[in-house]
């Protein structure tokens, strides 16, 4: 799942108890995983129930997943050498084929569904420093991005035209967007540029047609436009490039503080700023993703209730993120395996979610009409074993979890019928005593359903930085990190890049498990549940715009 800073807003549902009970909770919901049925038992009978189900979610089997899909990790490191899950490598097909392997076991009738994308992967530790007059290596991540792009240089440094310092109010800055730009630049040097009105990769375009060795993309310095920024390199037109030099994106300090010692070394006559820039990779703009699709034998083909996780990292191993809620739905997909439900199961593990949504953007608008109409539900499974967790329950009228703001509306016959689970939900962390909160599924893959009008819920228990005070009176633990170094306010493992911190040490397995079980009391209550009134004949599959983890993480220009 989804990193930003977060606002105080936030849609609180208190469920009437003391935060103090909140410990013993979560230690009674573990304890059951003790004194539940055996797997062997629970595998030899139709868990059609909750009361059925529930106790057959246990940590043990939950933690047998989690512990093989980091020793696939583990097996396949990527092109940087790391540990890797990530869609297009080694890595992610094995974790295709354990699944699909599972599930073929389990009865399910059994897809694994190809589409293409463009892939990119750094080959090594990208590298931007100062040589001269001032001796200064750039911090990854929180002193400057690396593009993806590939190349190698030393040279001096040469600002473009169209500058402008002190910024604007509002962004205004067009540094870079047309070869006038460029005009008495020297080639070879690397090119200094303000972040503004063009993409990101016109610029570097347009640089590189001057001859250009390198590109420095340093923020515009409006309000909101200052920190480091991480940029997307596409054409005038939005279509990737992956630049043949190297593009560095900083902050508008570092890059406002290299353009005023290139104007003091030209007015004193002495030697200009000398940049080295270092990025190695490899680019496949045809690569292979693959969806994992599960059908159970029985059930309405006519209500199909759709349970999906995405099964692809970002920057390593991904065991937050995302293979706690692929281990939760394997669970209980294995665990459902004798069930003949009121409505089709379809259990679905999503690839390139984590590079916008691009498995579930596939699936449904590939879907025919008529495949698309049969659709009533989706239950959405992103991060659920966050150890400093909140319990989030997906729900398309509330704030997003990045930003606490509504961005997005829905179709209409989206909103009543997506409070069916989440009601389910409310009302089963209620009986375990646990507060809750809700957030909207932008972000998730459940946004591709609900933007082709699918009502859909899930749950969730956050990632990065920050949690706030409100969330901590909810639910205990600390400030600032929802995982990686807690108590911290640096961000967190999963969206941080370089950090490859994302294993097994970051899941709390109790959380997992008091999720799983909430997931699990979802997903068979759904199974059953009569949706004629939450499916549409008249829904359309519409092309989905684009909304992910990937657009808040990059953005163009």
Not at 22 to 44: F, H, I, K
Request: negative net charge; aromatic residues 8%; contains cysteine.
């Amino acid at each position: 799942m989804p990193k930003r800073r977060r606002r105080l807003l936030l849609w609180l549902v208190p469920l009437c108890m003391a935060v103090a009970a909140l410990a013993p909770a979560v230690r009674s919901v573990a304890a059951t995983s003790a004194l539940a049925t055996t797997s062997d038992q629970c595998g030899n009978r139709s868990n059609n129930t909750p009361a059925k189900l529930v106790p057959c979610i246990n940590t043990a089997d939950l933690m047998n997943h989690m512990r093989a899909f980091q020793a696939i990790a583990d097996a396949n490191p990527g092109p940087d050498g790391m540990p890797s899950r990530n869609s297009g490598e080694p890595g992610y097909k094995a974790s295709v084929d354990y699944v699909a392997k599972l599930m073929k076991e389990a009865g399910y009738d059994v897809k694994i569904q190809t589409y293409k994308f463009f892939y990119f992967a750094f080959t090594g530790r990208p590298a931007f420093s100062e040589i001269s007059p001032t001796s200064h290596d750039y911090a990854l991540s929180t002193e400057w991005n690396p593009g993806q792009s590939i190349g190698t240089t030393t040279a001096d440094l040469q600002p473009a035209g169209g500058i402008i310092i002190p910024p604007t109010p509002t962004p205004s800055s067009s540094s870079g967007c047309t070869a006038a730009d460029f005009s008495g630049f020297v080639a070879g040097r690397v090119a200094l540029i303000q972040r503004g009105t063009c993409n990101f990769g016109v610029k570097v375009l347009n640089a590189q047609a001057a001859g250009a060795s390198g590109v420095i993309i340093f923020n515009e310095g409006n309000p909101g436009r200052t920190g480091v920024l991480s940029g997307s390199l596409v054409d005038a037109s939005g279509n990737r490039i992956v630049p043949t030099i190297p593009v560095a994106f900083t902050s508008f300090d570092a890059g406002n503080s290299l353009l005023t010692e290139y104007q003091q070394a030209v007015q004193a006559g002495t030697a200009l700023p000398v940049m080295n820039l270092t990025i190695n990779g490899v680019a496949n703009p045809n690569a292979d993703d693959f969806n994992v699709i599960a059908n159970s034998k029985g059930g309405d083909p006519h209500h199909v209730v759709v349970v999906d996780a995405h099964l692809d990292a970002i920057f390593g191993a991904g065991m937050l993120d995302n293979a706690s809620g692929s281990a939760t739905i394997l669970d209980i997909a294995q665990m459902m395996k004798n069930v003949d439900p009121q409505n089709k199961l379809r259990f679905i593990w999503f690839g390139g979610e984590e590079l916008g949504l691009l498995g579930s953007k596939f699936y449904v608008n590939n879907l025919t009409p008529t495949e698309l109409g049969n659709i009533s539900y989706d239950l959405d499974a992103d991060v659920t074993a966050t150890p400093n967790y909140d319990v989030g329950i997906l729900d398309p009228a509330a704030p997003d979890f990045f930003g606490r703001t509504v961005s997005t509306t829905f179709p209409p016959q989206v909103y009543k019928p997506s409070q069916i689970s989440r009601d389910q939900s409310i009302q089963f962390f209620n009986s375990i005593g646990l507060n809750h909160i809700l957030f909207s599924p932008v972000g998730t893959d459940a946004f591709s359903f609900n933007k082709a009008g699918i009502p859909a819920s899930g749950l969730l228990t956050g990632q990065d930085c920050c949690k706030t005070q409100q969330e901590v009176d909810l639910f205990g633990g600390s400030l600032g990190n929802y995982e990686g170094n807690v108590p911290s306010f640096d961000g967190g493992c999963v969206d941080n890049p370089f950090l490859f911190c994302d294993n097994l040490s970051n899941n709390d397995p109790a959380v997992l498990t008091f999720m799983s079980k909430a997931f699990a009391n979802t997903v068979v209550r759904m199974a059953f549940t009569d949706l004629k009134s939450a499916s549409s004949s008249s829904v359309s599959a519409p092309k989905l715009p684009a909304d992910s983890k990937a657009s808040r993480r990059f953005v163009t220009k």
